[in-house]
Each structure stands twice: as C-alpha cells, then as structure tokens.
C-alpha cells in the first residue's frame, strides 16, 4: 500500500459575483515522494474551480479538497479497470460539506488550467477518490440506473411510452446512454419494426440470442450508424423513416430468438436540440412502424447512464461499472 504523504488542510476562499469566473488553485508544495521528479510534477497539478456564480452581492464560499496521495512509479500498487498501473492521485474532501466536483480541472500545464475537466462527481466528506493520470482520458459518471421495468409486455403500432418508476437526471451536458433488454420464455415470433433515423457515428449495439435471456449480460454485440427513434418527456429524437424488418436489427422489442440487447447512445448535442434541458427524464418512448399482436415479453428493461463517449464501442457497457476517472495526460514522462 502507498505510504500517506500529508498535505496540509487547505481553506480555498472563493470570492464570486455574478457572473465572474473564478480559479481556484490548490499548490501541493509539500508533498513528498520516492522519485526524485515526483514533486516537480505533483506541484504542477492544479485544481480549478471554473464555475460562474449567479448569485450577488458577493458571497464567501468555503472548499476543502486536497491531493492526499499520489504516485507516478505505480508499477504494482494499484490496478485501473484494465489491469494496468497507471500514475494516480487520490483526492480527499477534508471539509464537513458535499462537494460537487464538476466544473473542477486537473491540469499539468499551468497555460492549460482546464486541461482536463471531471464530469459531476459528488465528493461526501471524508470521501477518497482515485484520478489515474493514465492519458486515457476516461469520465464515467454513474452506472447505470435500472428506470423501468414492465412485464408481461406487448408492443402496440405507433409510439410506445414507458414511464420511470424511477426518474434519472440528465445534467445538461453529458451524453446519454440507453441500455433495454428483451426477453420471451416461451417462444420465437418477430420483431417489432421501428422507425429509425441514420447517424454519423456507431449509435447503437446489438446483440440477440435463441433460447434464454444471455443476452442481457452478453459482453459484446454488432455496432451500427443507426438508432430507432425515441422520445424523452415527449421530446422526439430522431425523424427517420428508416424501418427494420422484423428479423431484423436494431429492434429493441426484439423477439426474433428469445432475447435481445441494445444500448443506444444520444449525443448531448442532440439532446439539446430537440429541446431537453437539465432536469428529471420521467419517460422514453419508442416509435413502432408494425409489430406482431401475438409477440409479448416476459419483460422489457431500460436503464440510463450519464457518459462521455461520443461513440459506442463493440463492447456492451457493464451494469456495475467501476467508476475510474482517467486523465488525458500522465505524470511521469515514457
């Protein structure tokens, strides 16, 4: 295990008003290290804090966030998600408050403070968090939230609504990806066709199975420029008149063999766009062109997740995730 380093308790004082941007910067003089060049690239790591405040007259915010450890010679401490030993840091919320760390940068290059920025990560007190400074430029946010479920489910023409029994938050800039599994325990009939709309990139990941549900937890599927169209508390996304035939993919009510899993990516861009703005997704819908009467489903899953991946890879995202935050630069030198 990596020897603690203290770094003094830092008080940052954030003076805002308005609409002013403020930096905050968190010097890590003391920290101390094996390596000889470990400090010199520790003290060039610079938190900012890059949020602009609504609020006025002025107000006096209080953060403590400090780099508690860190190590750029990590050759058999810690492992990230890939088996490998990427350089780290470990960031602690020494203060008595929750903090988000959105908006917040991690930087080697004084010139570039917002270098690399976290996506909305909530820090409780006393909270540790592990930042790989591996140049693999990774930000997950959250696994995902299992939003709906319905059973005994049997598709209809025309736009079919799910409702959240647990409403997720979308917060505004962060891509949106949707992961549904199908399942029928007796049989084998159709799919339903939907209407779909081209992309510029990978949108959607596939995959189907003959015989049981597997495919909810298969770990690779086919990839491909295309997506059913959707809507998110009533807001379209996606007008293509593309329809699959019913033995065909994407279908997320999928019933040509036994299950079917589909993740499907929504660009924030796009999201915006059709009009959604922050808040609470309460509901999902997907436009059906045709569909077998007699086709049902044991039952249909959805579950969300924030990330920031503009294309999917041919690899299914987990359900339980881990969570390593992975920088775009690293701290000891090839």
Known sequence: MPVSRKVPEQEIKLKRFGKRLCEIEYFCKKLHHKSSNLMSRMTRILLFFAALLLTTPPVLVYGQLVINEGSNRNYTTITDENGDYPDWIELLNVGSDTINLLNYSLTDTPANPSKWQFPAIKLPPGEFLTVFCSGKDRKPVSGFVAVSTSYDFTPVTGWNTHHFANPFYW????????????????????????????????????????????????????????????????LQIGNGQIQNPQTEYPAPYGNWYWSSRHQMLIQSSELTQ?????????????????????????????????????????????????????????????
């Open 274 to 334: 059709a009009g959604l703005t922050e808040g609470w997704i309460n509901n999902l819908a997907f436009d059906v062109a045709a569909t077998d009467p007699n086709t049902w489903y044991d039952y249909f899953d959805i579950q969300l997740r924030l990330v920031s991946t503009d294309e999917l890879p041919s690899a299914f995202e987990t359900s339980n995730p881990s969570c390593f935050q992975h920088t775009n630069f690293k701290l000891a030198k090839d």
């Open 171 to 234: 917060d505004g800039v962060s891509n949106l990806l949707i992961n549904t599994c199908s399942y029928n325990s007796t049989q084998y009939t159709s799919n339903s066709s939907f209407r779909q709309s081209a992309t510029s990139f990978f949108s959607t990941l596939m995959h189907f199975i003959d015989g049981s549900d597997a495919s909810c937890s298969t770990a690779y599927g086919t990839r491909v420029k295309q997506r059913p169209n959707m809507r998110l508390n009533g």
